[in-house]
């Protein structure tokens, strides 16, 4: 995996992505802006914002920045925010690198991206530092089957992630040892529970 690899998934995917995943992933969007409980006032940043799906779950007076490596996919995003200009902002950006200083965010969301980007370790480390101490940390994704018929089929497609655009093979034990986050509570999320979201809270400074 690496990123142009993913700028080249999501460009043949950002025309049909809504069309495909935008029902199955939707149950998850609305659960975790849900979990969020943004209030007025609030900064948030959406890692891998995408299409920008999720933005309508977002309660007014919620200040919304989110970012991409996509810039077909923020293509269709930008479309979507219509007369909400002034509290959602969208850049591309990579989210291994983010352009904003420490501590700028009371909460950072990433759905659906740990599992794409080239180096998640990064990425998690990059949102914990533009998150304020003691703020919270969401994060949705696949995470890969220890057994059964799912995990079989995970490993007849990890040959393929760069054309998929994610890594199939992606163990939630792995990923939380890497990312030595506070973890205050996981859940299944979508259809047959397959993903999962992690609530985490930033350390205190």
Known sequence: MDERSVVTAYRRLSGTYDRFFGPVFEQGRQVTVGKMDCQPGDRVLE??????????HYEEGVQVVGIDVSPDM?????????????RITLQLMDAQSIDYPDNSFDKVVA??????APDPKKVIE????????????FIVNH?????????????????????????????????LRMADLHV????????FGYWTLIHARNPDA
Do not use: W
Not at 111 to 116: H, T
């Open 47 to 56: 890692v891998g914002v995408g299409t920008g799906l999720s933005l309508a």
């Open 74 to 86: 923020l293509e269709h995003a930008r479309a979507r925010v219509n007369g909400s200009a002034d």
């Open 184 to 191: 205050l509570e996981t859940r299944p999320v979508n259809a």
């Open 111 to 116: 759905m659906y991206v740990v599992s794409v």
């Open 143 to 175: 995470f890969s089957q220890g057994k059964g018929p799912m995990a079989s089929i995970e490993k007849l497609v990890s040959p393929l992630s760069k054309l998929v655009g994610f890594r199939p093979s992606f163990p939630l034990d792995g990923f």
């Open 126 to 137: 990059e949102m914990k530092r533009v998150c304020k101490p003691g703020g919270e940390l």
